[in-house]
């Protein structure tokens, strides 16, 4: 079993910046694999980007350029550095986590809310 546990959101004006956490604990090997994903309010959820062990990145061509995902497996954390931020990137973002990369993936946080307003 695996517990995620996000935090960061809140509100941020136009063209601004904020920094995701998801701190992981329980089964290790559960997260080789970690992702972001987001939902706005009326749209289905939508994979952003992915993080396996050894670094290697994936994104959705919607953030490439603007959002980096990365991870600090001393401290079983991911991040999703987020800039530029745009209104229609508002919506409750999750953190994933899976042993492979999965779709869907096994393991879900909370969620934490960004809000993109002037």
């Known amino acids: 079993q695996v517990q995620l546990v996000e935090s960061g959101g809140g509100l941020v004006q136009p063209g601004g910046s904020l920094r995701l956490s998801c701190v992981a604990s329980g089964s290790v090997r559960s997260t080789n694999v970690m992702g972001w994903y987001r939902q706005a309010r009326g749209k289905e959820r939508e994979w952003l980007a992915t993080?396996?062990?050894?670094?290697?990145?994936k994104y959705a061509d919607s953030v490439k350029g603007r959002f980096t995902i990365s991870r600090d497996n001393a401290k079983n954390t991911a991040y999703l550095q987020m800039s530029g931020l745009k209104p229609e990137d508002t919506a409750v973002y999750y953190c994933?986590?899976?042993?492979?990369?999965?779709?869907?993936?096994?393991?879900w946080g909370q969620g934490t809310q960004v809000t993109v307003s002037s």
């Open positions: 993080i396996n062990r050894g670094g290697e990145t």
């Open positions: 994933a986590a899976d042993s492979w990369d999965s779709d869907p993936p096994d393991y």
